[in-house]
Structure formats: structure tokens, C-alpha cells
């Protein structure tokens, strides 16, 4: 059974820094495209970042561009997301998703970004 676990949360400044973790149990980590989503209360749940297996590939939504960076570290069975000059609306549950003949998802980290 693979289990993937978010860390890395917190209550940061407008401005401020993150970088969540997602580590996953299980033989699938380098097999899969991983991915990055938030929900915010009342909204849908966004797609934020996605990565391919080996890590060549990246892809980000709009609103993160130029602010999140992700990675992988497929040795240590990690994903990160790299967040910077966090914004008010950048608050929300970050979840991770691996996807690969299944799908399977996180159960969050919280994100809080407030003055």
C-alpha cells in the first residue's frame, strides 16, 4: 500500500518562505508523476505543480509561476515544493498526488499565509 505524507507547513508573512515535503512509502516513487494541488476553503481543489517521473519535466499554474518550484528527490522517495514571495491567496490545504497505474493522495499540509 503506497502512502504519501505531506510536511513543511505553516503560518508565514506575505513575502515569506516555505517549502513543503511530500514523501512517499512504497516501491512506485520512481515510477510516477507527482503533483502538487491546494484547496482553499469554499473553492475547488487547484492543480499547482506537476513533475514528471525522472524530473524533466515541470509544469506550474499560473498564479505560482515564477514564485513555487518543484523538485524530486527519487533517492529519497521526496517531493518538494519550493514556495516564495507567498501571497495572501496562496493560503490553503497543499496536498501531493502520485500518479502512476493508480492514483493516490496525501492527506495535506496546511498553509497559512497571514500578517
Known amino acids: 500500500q503506497v502512502q504519501l505524507v505531506e510536511s513543511g507547513g505553516g503560518l508565514v508573512q506575505p513575502g515569506g518562505s516555505l517549502r513543503l515535503s511530500c514523501t512517499a512509502s512504497?516501491?512506485?516513487?520512481?515510477?510516477?508523476?507527482m503533483a502538487w494541488y491546494r484547496q482553499a476553503p469554499g473553492k475547488e481543489r487547484e492543480l499547482v505543480a506537476v513533475i514528471s517521473p525522472r524530473g524533466g519535466s515541470t509544469n506550474y499554474a499560473d498564479s505560482v509561476k515564477g514564485r513555487f518550484t518543484i523538485s524530486r528527490d527519487n533517492a529519497r522517495n521526496t517531493m518538494y515544493l519550493q514556495m516564495n514571495s507567498l501571497k495572501l491567496e496562496d493560503t490553503a490545504v497543499y496536498l501531493c498526488?502520485?500518479?502512476?497505474?493508480?492514483?493516490?493522495w496525501g492527506q495535506g499540509t496546511q498553509v497559512t499565509v497571514s500578517s
Open positions: 498526488k502520485a500518479v502512476t497505474v493508480q492514483t493516490y
Open positions: 512504497g516501491n512506485i516513487f520512481g515510477l510516477a508523476a
